[in-house]
Nanobody, 125 residues
């Protein structure tokens, strides 16, 4: 699976952005998709996950209530709607796909098989 993320940009604190991740290739083997982010000088961290068939979701505590992950099953696209953005949300955001059903049981740091390029999100104070 190839993943392409887009939709990043510069926004003021309190604003919103929508990130999208389009999958192509072996999309029949997608079981879940997720978003991660990496800020300068920090480790990559999990943001959100969606089960591809059931649509169930999971979020990092730091984004619960502000971010919403969704998927368009037909278009093979996962979207991350980010509201109430804070300067601490500034990072490069990456999308990822789970391509092994058994991997859904693993933690967020271990379950993803394919990764897209990052898209920069910058939140000014």
């Amino acid at each position: 699976v190839q993943l392409q993320a887009f939709g990043g940009g510069l926004v003021q604190a309190g604003g919103s952005l929508r990130l999208s991740c389009a999958a192509s290739g072996r999309t029949f083997s997608i079981y879940g998709m997720g978003w991660f982010r990496q800020a300068p000088g920090k480790e990559r961290e999990f943001v959100a996950h969606i089960n591809w068939s059931m649509g169930s979701t999971d979020y990092a505590d730091s984004v619960k209530g502000r971010f919403t992950i969704s998927r368009d099953y037909a278009k093979k696209t996962a979207t991350l709607q980010m509201n109430g953005l804070k300067p601490d949300d500034t990072a490069v955001y990456y999308c990822a796909a789970v391509q092994n059903f058994a991997s859904l049981r693993l933690g967020p740091d271990s379950r993803y098989d394919s990764w897209g390029q990052g898209t920069q999100v910058t939140v000014s104070s």
